[in-house]
């Protein structure tokens, strides 16, 4: 059974502070996705990473794949209470097209 | 994108009962999936449903426990059968577009006591 840990499981922060969350495997991705979820919803995607070392940004966030593409981290810069939710990431491990498996997840709090 | 609704939104059953879930998406797609999310934590993929055949299940779920339709490629329905407290969860379908993006719906959220 393939893994993806998150790390922290949860987080409590100020608004202003930065934070990083990193999903790790021992397996290769062929694509690595970010999504957050808030209650009563359903997960909704935030990012697609497939290169090895790539970065990509979305206003706060900041994206990062490994080299070896077996992790990743996310990384939010000056955290928002509208940034509060459930942080998932979620990759297609190589010669399992189609079939997502989920990270253990990030709950993230910010308060004022 | 597309946009997936669920029915019904949440529930409170009987154990031994069952309960099918609806899945409407606006647009045709060959991928379905359903999820089982329980409280606070990450998704369990269930089952893939795709239209024309028989739904392929992950370790762990049974047919006989999570019955899925997929009569055409707008609509699924899983049937969470002989239900126990322990089935108290969130369940999600999702849809994958043609770049491997998933979509989610809003979830069911099932309660059985």
């Known amino acids: 059974t393939q893994l993806l840990e998150q790390s922290p499981q949860f987080l409590s922060i100020q608004e202003g502070e930065n934070l990083t969350v990193y999903c790790n495997s021992s397996?290769?991705?062929?694509?690595l996705q970010w999504y957050r979820q808030e209650p009563g919803e359903g997960p909704v995607l935030l990012v697609t990473?497939?290169?090895?070392?790539e970065v990509k940004k979305l206003k706060r966030l900041t994206f990062q794949f490994g080299d070896a593409r077996k992790d990743s981290s996310l990384h939010i810069t000056a955290a928002q209470p509208g940034d509060t939710g459930l942080y998932l990431c979620?990759?297609?491990?190589?010669?399992?097209?189609?079939?997502?498996?989920f990270g253990t997840g990030t709950r993230l709090q910010v308060t004022l | 994108s597309a946009v997936i609704s669920q029915k019904p939104s949440r529930d409170i059953c009987q154990r031994g009962t069952s309960l099918t879930i609806q899945c409407q998406v606006d647009s045709q797609v060959t991928m379905m999936f359903w999820y089982r999310q329980q409280p606070g934590q990450s998704l369990t993929l269930i089952a893939t449903?795709?239209?024309?055949?028989?739904?392929?299940?992950e370790s762990g779920f049974v047919i006989d426990k999570f019955p899925i339709s997929r009569p055409n490629l707008t609509f699924s329905t899983l049937t969470v059968s002989n239900m126990s407290p322990e089935d108290s969860s969130i369940y999600l379908c999702?849809?994958?577009?043609?770049?491997?993006?998933?979509?989610f719906g809003p979830g069911t959220r099932l309660t059985v006591l």
């Open positions: 979620a990759g297609y491990y190589t010669g399992t097209a189609s079939k997502l498996t």
């Open positions: 999702s849809v994958m577009d043609g770049t491997d993006t998933q979509y």
């Open positions: 449903a795709n239209q024309g055949s028989e739904a392929t299940y």
């Open positions: 397996s290769v991705f062929s694509s």
């Open positions: 990473v497939v290169t090895g070392g």
